[in-house]
């Protein structure tokens, strides 16, 4: 299945608004991926033929290493989205972690 139509997939419950805030975020994670794919090709590690002690990133290290950043937070924002779906059902954890928070410990 094409990526793009994964994540949008799990977007069908978001209200019509919400679906065209984050679809050009779906486009930028989809190009991230693909990139870091092509990045993944290169090598990280420049090692001095003279002294192999000596070792530096490459430019493809760098790019790799700000792509990744950029990818992190669109998928932040992209599960922050998703979770503002309600869910039906609360897990066993959040149910723990609400009744912590009221003050009942069983």
Known sequence: MDRKIALTQLCKELDNAAK???????????????QLAILKKYPFIK?????????????AAKQ?????????NC?????GV???VEK???????????????GINE
């Open 20 to 34: 065209t805030t984050i679809e050009p975020l779906i486009d930028d994670i989809v190009f991230i991926e693909n």
């Open 47 to 59: 090692v001095n033929p003279k002294d192999p002690t000596q070792q530096k990133p490459t430019p």
């Open 64 to 72: 790799y290493k700000e792509l990744l950043q950029q990818y992190n």
């Open 75 to 79: 998928i932040k924002i992209f599960l």
């Open 82 to 84: 998703l979770s503002t």
């Open 88 to 102: 039906s059902e609360t897990s066993p954890l959040r149910e723990y972690l609400n009744r912590m928070k009221a």
